[in-house]
């Protein structure tokens, strides 16, 4: 059985847990072949789980701008030194957000960071006043994480909701293919099912880090949309990551209404691929090899 923590084991504390596993059966398992195959089922079997079942973590840490230097071209864009620090928090691929008076871009980290540790990094934004430049840490909770995904007709579709459960936020797209753009529709709804009209948003897409997708000040007049990616470079997962401004009309931005400055996040993920049901599968037969040579053992040295 595969169980997800929400503590990191070091490695070396896991391939202890093995050994002494082994040491503790070694006098049922006199034979050498025997040991071996348990130590490598057991380093298998879990290292399959630390594959198909994802480890979560809290998100409270601090984020901060350290440096910003002008561009030496173009006057609008600067240089955004940051330095991340996740205190007492485990944090899984953390997501930070820096934001100006002219856009506001999230950058996923490519690694965890452990407690009391620090990572620094460098972006450009783009401001007509340095003075509002500011970063955050994204936060994952379950109001803005994609509700449930299903796939139907080899278009895989995902729901998120905002904060108070007022907008609901549907994204219906392809399936990630390396060497193609991938197109997926945005409908804005009530928790009714009714189109919501006039949301105005901004849209993120990243894979494997990289930006494959990047939309500022949208505006969905009918509360649908129809977007397209660049070209993917792999199959791996693509993360949209829809930051919603309000509901109104553009230009009476004191008027809009709705959730605003709340993030809502998507993770596009094809379906299982055939390395990943190889790994299942031969771990399943696997243990069931190893569970019929302990009864085995156990037949035979009752009878002696």
């Given at each position: 059985?595969?169980?997800?923590?929400?503590?990191?084991?070091?490695?070396?504390?896991?391939?202890?847990?093995?050994?002494?596993?082994?040491?503790n059966?070694?006098?049922?398992?006199?034979?050498?072949s025997?040991?071996?195959?348990?130590?490598?089922?057991?380093?298998?079997?879990?290292?399959?789980?630390?594959?198909?079942v994802?480890?979560?973590?809290?998100?409270a840490?601090?984020v901060?701008?350290t440096?910003?230097?002008?561009m030496?071209?173009?006057?609008?864009?600067?240089?955004v030194?940051?330095?991340?620090?996740?205190?007492?928090?485990?944090?899984?691929?953390p997501r930070?957000?820096?934001?100006?008076?002219?856009?506001?871009?999230?950058?996923?980290?490519k690694?965890?960071?452990?407690?009391?540790?620090?990572?620094?990094?460098?972006?450009?934004?783009?401001?007509?006043?340095?003075?509002t430049?500011?970063?955050?840490?994204?936060?994952?909770?379950?109001s803005?994480?994609?509700?449930?995904?299903?796939?139907?007709?080899?278009k895989?579709v995902?729901?998120?909701?905002?904060?108070?459960?007022?907008l609901?936020?549907?994204?219906?797209?392809?399936q990630?293919?390396?060497?193609?753009?991938?197109?997926?529709?945005?409908?804005?709804?009530?928790?009714?099912?009714?189109?919501?009209?006039?949301?105005?948003?901004?849209?993120?897409?990243?894979?494997?880090?990289?930006?494959?997708?990047?939309?500022?000040?949208?505006?969905s007049?009918?509360?649908?949309?129809?977007?397209?990616?660049?070209?993917?470079?792999?199959?791996s997962?693509?993360?949209?990551?829809?930051?919603?401004h309000?509901i109104g009309?553009?230009?009476?931005?004191?008027?809009?209404?709705?959730?605003?400055?709340?993030?809502?996040?998507?993770h596009?993920?094809?379906?299982?691929?055939?390395?990943?049901?190889?790994?299942?599968?031969?771990?399943?037969?696997?243990?069931?090899?190893?569970s019929?040579?302990?009864?085995?053992l156990?037949?035979?040295?009752?009878?002696?």
């Amino acid at each position: 059985m595969c169980i997800a923590y929400r503590i990191h084991v070091n490695n070396s504390l896991i391939f202890f847990a093995i050994w002494h596993v082994m040491k503790n059966t070694s006098k049922k398992l006199q034979n050498t072949s025997d040991r071996i195959l348990r130590f490598f089922v057991i380093t298998f079997a879990m290292l399959a789980c630390s594959t198909l079942v994802g480890l979560s973590s809290a998100y409270a840490a601090d984020v901060q701008v350290t440096k910003i230097h002008p561009m030496p071209v173009e006057d609008d864009k600067v240089s955004v030194a940051f330095t991340l620090c996740s205190n007492d928090e485990y944090l899984e691929m953390p997501r930070i957000t820096v934001s100006s008076d002219l856009q506001t871009k999230i950058l996923s980290l490519k690694h965890d960071l452990k407690p009391g540790t620090c990572i620094g990094g460098t972006t450009i934004a783009e401001t007509y006043d340095v003075s509002t430049i500011n970063t955050s840490i994204v936060p994952q909770t379950d109001s803005n994480l994609y509700k449930q995904e299903t796939i139907v007709d080899q278009k895989i579709v995902s729901q998120g909701m905002s904060n108070d459960g007022y907008l609901v936020v549907k994204l219906i797209s392809e399936q990630p293919r390396e060497g193609i753009s991938m197109k997926f529709n945005l409908e804005f709804q009530d928790v009714a099912g009714n189109i919501v009209e006039k949301i105005n948003y901004d849209i993120t897409a990243l894979q494997d880090n990289h930006v494959v997708l990047n939309l500022q000040n949208m505006h969905s007049s009918y509360g649908t949309s129809i977007l397209t990616t660049d070209e993917l470079t792999s199959d791996s997962p693509v993360e949209v990551n829809i930051m919603l401004h309000g509901i109104g009309v553009p230009g009476h931005e004191d008027q809009w209404t709705g959730p605003k400055g709340e993030i809502i996040m998507f993770h596009v993920v094809p379906e299982f691929g055939a390395i990943v049901m190889l790994v299942l599968t031969v771990s399943v037969l696997s243990i069931i090899l190893i569970s019929s040579k302990f009864n085995t053992l156990r037949i035979s040295n009752i009878q002696s």
